[in-house]
């Protein structure tokens, strides 16, 4: 059987809080809004101890198909519209179809990958199976081959970005045909069912950074795999690519990619400013991740030095930003903001013995918290009944103030904005507070979060639902991501050259009178 991929655990958002300094209790409700997507991160599930041999455990037909019951039902009850995007009856189809599948003991990682397929199936970036990718994770320590192409996806064909195979043939821009015989045009819907995302797109996004996962578990254990390319020039040819684990050099010597990693502040011309934040959090590993003391140092160093230049307009960037935590975001907002401001417009929970149970584990864990979020969570859950719906209260922020920077705001954006740098987007959008910029992202302005966990009880596998529905501050409640002011080019092939960055300098400057 092919192996369904959860979405990455550590995709889409990071806790998201309210500024501390300006509102207390908003710190800790923003923390439980989203998940963030970052590269690389994972949030293990639930370990079950292994068998004294080291074996990982096995479970029956009848204890999967226990907990399968229990995933659906629990689905049901505390996702906030488990069917907004899929409709009951695909759902019921496929419930019918995955349990006559379950005639066989298998392993929890086995049954992670088969629930995530199903769950997957709910369009929804906050629906799904946390896994920490056991056994894909055991097969590369052993040395086992993992596919050796960056891949960037447009218009349905896979884009060569990254070469670690030594196969030099193969070169950044080359078009990826097949894999091991099976056309690329079978190969993608195969991938993204594997992961749970509100749009193809967004899957696509998240499949650039998977791809050796989801090969893997596609295609099964190979020493090599048969890619067959078609080059820029036109011609074509395949090829038996393989690559140890710790390979790391790239085998296209073409000019290395501009880099939008780190944090940077400085003038790009006399009159115009230049701003890219980087995460939303503190980044430090010896430090505490929600410690903001050296970000708004950072800031505010940077905003007085603009002012002091008179700075007429600034860019803020967001491209390639995973987002964070908004006691991060809002005194950036702050700075430039006319007026007072809030990041959605409704935020609505679901209630849920599940989510009321999640909500007490954080009681219980933190019992001398009084003013946490938790408590209000409560006192809501309480008042309401199992299935209803209830409005959260969402904190206003105020502008800081004067001095304040008031020239014209520029934000650039790309399909790699994520989080709480969509929810910045969408917020300077809504209020006007900023022209937006760049290429449409591929994650949600209005979305499905607020996760929550439950866990099931033969197999301790970890179930993520969204308990609320989060709408953007303009009161547009459809899931769609942030399409920009205006847009501009967002090559797939990065060069040395920022392409977005000097057509965006190109338009400010065309604003500009002499």
């Not at 067959?228 to 020039?233: L, R, T």
């Not at 010597?253 to 006399?270: H, I, K, V, Y």
């Not at 417009?345 to 009681?363: C, I, W, Y």
């Not at 303009?474 to 040395?496: C, E, F, Q």
């Amino acid at each position: 059987m092919t192996r369904p991929l959860p979405s990455p655990g550590g995709r889409r958002h990071l806790l998201l809080t309210t500024q501390r300094k300006l509102n207390g209790r908003a710190v800790m409700m923003r923390r439980m809004l989203f998940v963030c997507m970052l590269a690389g991160w994972f949030l293990p599930a639930l370990a079950q101890e292994p068998a004294p041999d080291n074996k990982p455990p096995i479970f029956t037909p009848e204890q999967i198909q226990a907990d399968f019951d229990s995933l659906y039902e629990g689905l049901q009850s505390a996702n906030f519209d488990l069917y907004a995007f899929t409709p009951r009856s695909d759902f019921e189809t496929r419930y019918r179809e995955f349990s006559d599948s379950f005639v066989k003991p298998m392993t929890r990682f086995d049954v992670e990958m088969a629930f995530q397929q199903f769950v997957a199936l709910a369009h929804q970036a906050h629906t799904r199976i946390e896994s920490d990718y056991s056994d894909y994770r055991a097969y590369r320590a052993a040395g086992g081959a993992g596919f050796p192409l960056g891949i960037a996806v447009e218009e349905d064909q896979l884009i060569v970005t990254g070469n670690f195979s030594g196969v030099t043939e193969i070169r950044r821009g080359d078009s990826i045909r097949a894999i091991d015989g099976v056309p690329i045009s079978n190969l993608l819907p195969r991938f993204i069912a594997h992961l749970s995302a509100e749009t193809p797109d967004f899957a696509y996004v998240l499949l650039e950074t998977y791809m050796p996962l989801v090969v893997w578990l596609e295609l099964g254990s190979a020493d090599a795999y048969a890619v067959s390319v078609e080059h820029a020039d036109g011609s074509s040819g395949t090829y038996e690519l393989s690559v140890a684990a710790d390979t790391e050099k790239d085998s296209d010597d073409a000019e290395q990619p501009f880099s939008l990693a780190g944090r940077d502040a400085r003038m790009l011309t006399e009159t115009v400013a230049y701003l890219r934040p980087g995460p939303f959090s503190n980044t430090n590993p010896d430090a505490n991740t929600w410690d903001n003391t050296e970000f708004v140092e950072f800031v505010d160093s940077a905003f007085e030095t603009f002012i002091a230049k008179r700075a007429k307009q600034l860019v803020v960037d967001l491209r390639d930003n995973p987002g964070g935590d908004n006691s991060f975001s809002d005194p950036v907002i702050a700075w430039f903001a006319d007026r007072p401001f809030r990041f959605s417009s409704d935020f609505r929970v679901k209630v849920s013995p599940q989510s009321t149970a999640a909500n007490q584990a954080r009681l219980d864990a933190s019992p001398n918290d009084s003013g946490s979020i938790s408590h209000l969570y409560a006192r809501l859950y309480a008042a309401t009944e199992n299935g209803e719906t209830v409005q959260f209260p969402i904190p206003v922020i105020e502008p800081r103030p004067q001095p304040r920077y008031e020239g014209k705001v520029y934000v650039l954006v790309n399909r790699y904005s994520f989080s709480n740098a969509v929810t910045i987007a969408a917020l300077l959008q809504d209020y006007d507070f900023g022209v937006i910029m760049g290429e449409q992202t591929v994650d949600m302005a209005t979305t499905y979060g607020a996760m929550e966990r439950f866990t099931l009880p033969e197999t301790g596998i970890v179930v993520a639902y969204p308990k609320a529905l989060i709408v953007r501050p303009s009161g547009n409640d459809k899931a769609h991501p942030v399409t920009p002011d205006l847009a501009l080019p967002s090559p797939r092939i990065r060069g040395a050259t920022d392409v977005m960055l000097e057509a965006a300098l190109g338009h400010i400057e065309s604003e500009t009178p002499d």
